[in-house]
């Protein structure tokens, strides 16, 4: 079992919509969860950072974490087309110090005009 | 907020020359940098973890003296590809953190390799 599962996709939907991403993880000494967008042929451009369970809202984005069942997800509200993009989400064991990432395998969505 | 800046973005060698890839931390001194490998249509596959001033640690199955990485300074990290093959041709990322910040981590542009 990979220690972050996210669904590949593709993921297609229509200008406007609300778009839900998700990852699980296996390990419960994670304790830091990130959001990453990556365009073609680009770096990963960091969305949302949390270490808490719950909501982290920041403008269309809600990040949500649950550590009892080891969930993790990313809203986009109202989604735009310029939202078309991979999202990975990423989770590292601590947040002091640099430790390295922990990356799902990304999920392609495409916000159809 | 924190910038990692790569470069170059988009490289062609020829098979059997060396490339030399950086990284450097803007406004930001990056006591660590991560560099990444990245096929088409996959997640980013962690190769090493360079620190300043001593070794980098690389991932089980990344050859160190085919990827050279040097940390000279807190601010520049560098990859270099070594008598490169097509097989090396991919996406190479670095990231850093700014630990000041106390943010996630920042990725640079990417380069994109191509060995022919």
């Known amino acids: 079992q990979k220690e972050v599962e996210q669904d590949p996709g593709p993921l297609s939907v229509p200008e406007g919509a609300i778009v839900s991403l998700n990852c699980t993880y296996s390990n419960s000494a994670f304790q830091y969860f990130m959001w990453y967008r990556q365009y073609s042929r680009k770096g990963p451009e960091l969305l949302m950072y949390t270490y808490s369970s719950g909501n982290k809202e920041d403008g269309r984005f809600t990040a949500q974490v649950d550590k009892s069942s080891k969930y993790i997800s990313l809203f986009i509200r109202d989604s735009q087309p310029s939202d078309s993009a991979t999202y990975l989400c990423a989770t590292a064991y601590s947040g002091a110090g640099s430790y390295q990432l922990t990356f799902g395998k990304g999920t392609k969505l495409s916000v159809i005009p | ?116």
């Open chain 2, 1 to 116: 907020g924190a910038v990692v800046s790569q470069h170059p973005s988009w490289v062609i060698c020829k098979s059997g020359t060396s490339v030399k890839i950086e990284c450097r931390s803007l406004d930001f001194q990056a006591t660590t940098m991560f560099w990444y490998r990245q096929f088409p249509k996959q997640s980013l596959m962690l190769m090493a973890t360079s620190n300043e001033g001593s070794k980098a640690t690389y991932e089980q199955g990344v050859e160190k003296d085919k990827f050279l990485i040097n940390h000279a300074s807190l601010t520049l990290s560098t990859l270099t590809v070594t008598s490169a093959h097509p097989e090396d041709s991919s996406f190479y990322i670095c990231s850093a953190r700014d630990l000041g910040q106390g943010n996630g981590y920042t990725f640079g542009s990417g380069t994109r390799l191509t060995v022919v």
